[in-house]
């Protein structure tokens, strides 16, 4: 049996991303595991009520490391790094770990090899069980860089035990945007599924995600949220769909009622049931014409 | 000339040459319509979208761009004639953005993090560098605000070389500004609130919106920042932000509450405070606090 991997994103954050995704783990509870990708800010878990079961480090890229004793304070390292992530304190070398890229150039330029590239926790790898299913989540440590890689390790810690228990589903909570994290989360996806609404901001967001992930060829389709509040530009969000072959799999009507069930912590499943349930039921359809990918 | 400007925009702001980061945390909680609203309820203003992945501010004004400059880095290329193959190039490269062939040396620029490392370590100086353009920032002008916009090209990994040049630019300009800068916590965040001289956290009474909020306060914790919280949509939900707030000592300085009337309205490109009489209150509040506690 093959897994099918469905990537919610959004471009814009706040279009109702985590809503979605949640519905559809409470529409596949016990045949599918979760991903909470969206790792500086995570909220799928705060929907899910997730029990720890395992709590791992995660390492960003090792980055560099000054032994003050060796170091001569001849700043080469300060005044070559291209990040700005060395100073001169006191007359040490001292690497802001955060703005290090761990390219390692200050390691060979040091004359008196001061300098070593050395491995830094930079958040967690989560494990956790929740009503639902499993659920693989992560945390990274406030400003720290390498989200794309955090990502990634949680995406393959999922894809390694969808096989091992042959689980049909992987569902993948992603980041906002279109930078390294995001394509990090969409790499490999059966099915991106795009959150948007009608907002004019969300339509740029929507066209600017779809030319990030098209040179990518993944199969991309769009769900509309917070439908009613202006339809002038639901118009044009109908239009682009149709104009560039984007499937548009249904629409969820805006309603306080679910900001209000949010607030409960619960997925929001029970309020929008039917429209959810039609987009499922559009997403298998697409993925039924295109079975050979993945 | 420079000072005849500077001595307006002095006059006509509430305070003087403060530049004011609007962030969030959690996305979608309508930082984008707090700075576009900041902007417009003060004069002389520049306006900066730092939220390069995403940038929406523009879209708040109705504003049409009337310049664009280039945001540019330095990405390798290789000399054939001098290339022996050596391989030291791909070996060394810790993003693997460089790859031999034979003697062929190619180079993956979506991975190039730009370190000038291969250009450095080539034993026959066969590597080097030349700008490639991975971004663009946008002039725009529009009711009297100024606008510098920082853009991302699509398919490009990395923003913060975007957001670091469109901070530069803004620092000709003298006189307040008010940031629109990207959600979430990571390097990004970091990067566009670092040069603040005071950070406004918008939020919302949502579990979502507390935990988010509660993360973005520790990262300003860490950098040694204060930030003030604006509470949005403060009716619905029922998350203890005050307490939160109280917590971490960052006073709440306004709360909106929702309105059908102005998400519709921003759904069409429409910043709040043009029309919203409990905004425009929200702002002079807010303009009138920022003042007090940095004078």
Redesign the interface.
Known sequence: MTTREIVVVS?????GK?TVTASLVALLAGQGLFCDAD?????LE?LLGPTPLRDDPFHG?PVALVDPDACVSGGLCAR?C??SAVAMVEGKAVVDS?AC?????CV??CPVRAIRLTDVVKGRLLESRTPYGPLFHGR?F????N??KLVQQIKDNARSRAREETLPWIIVDG?????????SAMSGADLVLIVT?????AQ??LR?LV??AR?FRHPLAVVLN?AG??P??EDNLRRFCAETDLPLLGTIP?D?AI??A??E?IPPLERIREPLEAIFRNVVRLLDRNPERG | MTTTRKATRAAAGPVTEMKIAVASGKGGTGKTCVAASLALSASGILAVDLDVEEPNLALLFGATPQESMLVTRPRPHVDENRCTGCGICARECRFGAVNVFGRKVLFSHELCHGCGLCMRLCPTGAIFEEERPVGEMRRYRCDGVELLEGRLWTGQMNPVPVIESTLDAAEAFEGNAVWDCPPGTSCSMVAAVRRADAVILVTEPTPFGAADLELALQVLQKMGKKASVVINRCDLGEADIDGLCSRYDAPVAARLPFSREVASRYASGEAPARSDPLWQEAMKTLWAKIGRENP
């Open positions: 471009g814009k954050g706040g279009t985590t790792v500086d800010a995570p909220n705060l890229m070559e291209r990040f955060d890229e761990g390219c390692g150039l060979h330029r990274l406030p400003g720290a860089a989200s794309g980041p906002p945007g279109i930078g390294c994290p995001a394509l609404e009608a907002s004019r901001s740029s967001d600017r030319e990030t040179p917070k509040l202006a002038d530009e805006f306080r900001a209000a949010q607030a912590k």
